[in-house]
Nanobody, 123 residues
Framework: QVQLVESGGGLVQAGGSLRLSCAASGRTFSRYTMGWFRQAPGKEREFLAAIWWSTGTTYYADSVKGRFTISRDNAKNTVYLQMNSLKPEDTAVYYC????????????????WGQGTQVTVSS
């Protein structure tokens, strides 16, 4: 049973930074792609970034490229999302997801999801 548990959300002022964590368990993830998504109230879920666990190959949405960085720690089975220069429009629930695929550039096909962590950016 795959389990993904996000943490690290909270309240931050505009211009600040947060690092989200996603602890993964339940299987070997070497052939999995891990992704970060977010959903703001009244909006559709938005893809942010993905990483192929085996090689660390990454892919970003244009909206966060240069501000957000996805990474993973193999020893801790944890994926991170470092978020810098945060803006009020980054306010959303952030989700970690996993798919059994090595293709990081497709934003669909994610089978497993965490419960989400709230990020609120004040102006």
């Amino acid at each position: 049973q795959v389990q993904l548990v996000e943490s690290g959300g909270g309240l931050v002022q505009a211009g600040g930074s947060l690092r989200l964590s996603c602890a993964a368990s339940g299987r070997t993830f070497s052939r999995y792609t891990m992704g970060w998504f977010r959903q703001a109230p009244g909006k559709e879920r938005e893809f942010l970034a993905a990483i192929w666990w085996s090689t660390g190959t990454t892919y970003y949405a244009d909206s966060v490229k240069g501000r957000f960085t996805i990474s993973r720690d193999n020893a801790k089975n944890t994926v991170y999302l470092q978020m810098n220069s945060l803006k009020p429009e980054d306010t959303a629930v952030y989700y970690c997801a996993a798919k059994n695929s090595i293709v990081v550039t497709t934003t669909t096909g994610y089978d497993y999801w965490g419960q989400g962590t709230q990020v609120t950016v004040s102006s």
